[in-house]
């Protein structure tokens, strides 16, 4: 089982960077599936997260508006566009799948994948 995530770049803010999370190795049908980030110092917090219909998701304050996940079962595959980037975004970003829907922290994850550095440059 992988998750492999990519897209991650330099952005200027107010730019816009695509991540996609593509899963290898299984399916994961049925589960909820998350996006987090790491900054260096800092604890590794929830971005967004999106149930297996996509009928429902969820955004951490700090991105809502700007952020939009989305996913495509057919591909296994998870996207997160990042819009209205801020420097404050710059982080490494991590997608994840969960044991609980709707779980906003790390340890309701069993799969993650390598992570993507996202850097924005004011």
């Known amino acids: 089982v992988q998750l492999q995530a990519s897209g991650g770049g330099l952005a200027q803010a107010g730019g816009s960077l695509r991540l996609s999370c593509a899963a290898f190795?299984?399916?994961?049908?049925?589960?909820?599936m998350g996006w987090f980030r790491q900054a260096p110092g800092k604890e590794r917090e929830f971005v967004a997260g999106?149930?297996?219909?996509?009928?429902?998701?969820e955004y951490a304050n700090s991105v809502k508006g700007r952020f939009t996940v989305s996913r495509d079962n057919a591909k296994n595959t998870m996207y997160l566009q990042m819009n209205s980037l801020k420097p404050e975004d710059t982080a490494v970003y991590y997608c994840?799948?969960?044991?609980?829907?709707?779980?906003?922290?790390?340890?309701?994850?069993?799969?993650w994948g390598q992570g993507t550095q996202v850097t924005v440059s004011s």
């Open positions: 994840a799948v969960g044991r609980v829907a709707g779980c906003w922290l790390p340890d309701g994850y069993d799969y």
């Open positions: 999106i149930s297996w219909s996509g009928g429902s998701t």
């Open positions: 190795g299984r399916t994961f049908v049925g589960s909820y």
